[in-house]
């Protein structure tokens, strides 16, 4: 069955970085869409990053506006696994991450890992 293991959150200073992986097993990797989402207590999940399925490089990557020039996101398509690099971290970044998989052939079919928490705080 698909499944999404992210790992990688913890606790990090304002201006620090982390790196978030999403390892994905149970189903064809490199024909999935890879998304980054966050949810901050209280507020609804947002997009953060998305890398398309299928034959296409990192500058097909989509970002949120609120991260763009801090956040990249990457796939290793040979390991099955998804990355989203966070430099500059701001308090504002504290949520739950979530990574996100769609087949490129259906959209609408999604699914999710069980999150991994992320706090931004001095």
């Known amino acids: 069955q698909v499944q999404l293991v992210e790992s990688g959150g913890g606790l990090v200073q304002p201006g620090g970085s982390l790196r978030l992986s999403c390892s994905a097993s149970?189903?064809?990797?490199?024909?999935?869409?890879m998304s980054w989402y966050r949810q901050a207590p209280g507020k609804e999940r947002d997009l953060v990053a998305q890398f398309p399925g299928g034959s296409v490089t990192t500058n097909h990557a989509t970002y949120a506006d609120s991260v763009k020039g801090r956040f990249t996101i990457s796939r290793d398509n040979a390991k099955n696994t998804a990355y989203l690099q966070m430099d500059n971290l701001a308090p504002e970044d504290t949520a739950l991450y979530y990574c996100k998989a769609e087949p490129i052939w259906n959209p609408s079919i999604g699914y999710w890992g069980q999150g991994t928490q992320v706090t931004v705080s001095s």
């Open positions: 149970g189903f064809t990797f490199s024909r999935y869409t």
